[in-house]
């Protein structure tokens, strides 16, 4: 099975930095995704990881470690905006196609 | 090209009774998967169907069920409705290449009376 943690909530300050961790522990192994989520609204895809290193799209990075079973997500210059649920989810190597593992998500709120 | 689309937005039922649920994949995705969502449980996976065929199940018992068409739309039905089943149930698509990443619909509010 899975297990995915991550914290429940974190606060920072507009025009900051946040890093979101995600660890996890699972019997197979195909894939990191992150998700954002606001209030009321589908999660939407915002970055992957399948190999260990660091995947940078403009303000927001996510890293992976295999060997860990850690990810983070790093949200840059942070925007009033990028309050929201931030879900870190893992893919089954042993399931053909699509089994995401979702951890119980991670809110962020931006401050002035 | 146009997103994922369910119906309906909301849905208001009484225990005992079953409901239906339906997903309009993004255009050429063949794979839709289940999601419930919950504030206490998060999110978690239902079933996904490809190529009108079950191919991933969640732990969920055998009153959540689920099917697929020739066009790759797909229905869920939530049968003998309990108080616990109210949620967010989510469908998401993907084109089952490259990374594979899922598109998520607005979501079915489903609350049980």
């Known amino acids: 099975g899975q297990n995915i943690d991550q914290p429940t909530e974190m606060t920072a300050t507009e025009g900051a930095i946040v890093q979101i961790n995600c660890t996890y522990q699972?019997?197979?192994?195909?894939?990191l995704f992150w998700y954002q989520q606001h209030a009321g609204e589908a999660p939407t895809f915002l970055s992957y990881n399948v190999l260990d290193g660091l995947e940078e799209k403009g303000r927001f990075s996510s890293f992976l470690s295999r060997s860990k079973g850690y990810s983070y997500l790093l949200l840059k210059e942070l925007q009033m905006k990028d309050s929201a649920s931030y879900l870190c989810?893992?893919?089954?190597?042993?399931?053909?196609?699509?089994?995401?593992?979702f951890g119980g998500g991670t809110r962020v709120l931006v401050k002035p | 090209k146009a997103g994922v689309t369910q119906t309906p937005r909301y849905l208001i039922k009484t225990r005992g009774q079953q409901v239906t649920l339906s997903c309009s994949p993004i255009s050429g995705h063949r794979s839709v998967s289940w999601y419930q969502q919950t504030p206490g449980q998060g999110l978690q996976f239902l079933f996904e169907?490809?190529?009108?065929?079950?191919?991933n199940k969640g732990n969920f018992p055998g009153r959540f069920s689920g099917r697929q068409f020739s066009n790759s739309r797909s229905e869920m039905n939530v049968s003998t409705l309990e108080l616990g089943d109210s949620a967010l149930y989510l469908c998401a698509s993907s084109s089952d290449r490259g990374r594979n990443e899922q598109f998520f619909g607005p979501g079915t509010r489903l609350t049980v009376l």
């Open positions: 699972t019997s197979g192994f195909n894939g």
């Open positions: 989810a893992v893919r089954d190597r042993k399931a053909a196609g699509n089994k995401l593992t």
């Open positions: 169907y490809f190529s009108e065929t079950q191919r």
